[in-house]
């Protein structure tokens, strides 16, 4: 795990007539994992850092041209243990991204092992290079 992960607070604007409580606003804020993305003439690799998320707690949504990862974190504590220093006490990590209209959405592929999670979205075919070629006349 990187030590500059962030943390955010999804906040929403609230109504004069609403109040929300400091247990709310705490369920809302997510830690942001370390992403580094890298791109190639045929696409984009995404590679976040999600230590702690079982592959079950993961959760990876493409939609309206937004990926969006969440994973829940699930470090289990032995029994009639307790913690008495905790640096990552948030139980969630999200991430959201606009995508290109150049990457084909359709075409998304996944790999999750050791805590990393490997996202490979292809470029549409309209978008990737291609050779021309040339005829001598």
């Known amino acids: 795990m990187n030590d500059t992960t962030a943390i955010t607070r999804n906040e929403q604007a609230s109504h004069p007539a609403t109040t ?21 003439s045929t696409g984009i690799t995404l590679r976040a850092d999600l230590p702690g998320v079982p592959k079950d707690g993961l959760k990876l949504q493409v939609e309206a041209g937004t990926l969006t990862i969440e994973g829940d974190v699930s470090i ?7 913690a008495t220093y905790v640096e990552v006490g948030l139980p ?12 084909d959405t359709g075409k998304v592929s996944a790999e ?4 990393v999670l490997s996202l490979r979205i292809p470029k549409a075919e309209h978008a990737q290079p291609r050779r021309i070629d040339i005829t001598v006349s």
């Open 20 to 40: 929300r409580t400091e247990a709310t606003r705490h369920n809302d804020e997510t830690l942001v994992p370390p992403v580094d993305v890298i791109e190639d």
């Open 112 to 115: 999750f092992k050791h805590g």
């Open 76 to 82: 289990p504590m032995l029994e009639r243990m307790e």
């Open 92 to 103: 969630r990590f999200r991430r959201v991204f606009t995508l290109s209209k150049e990457l």
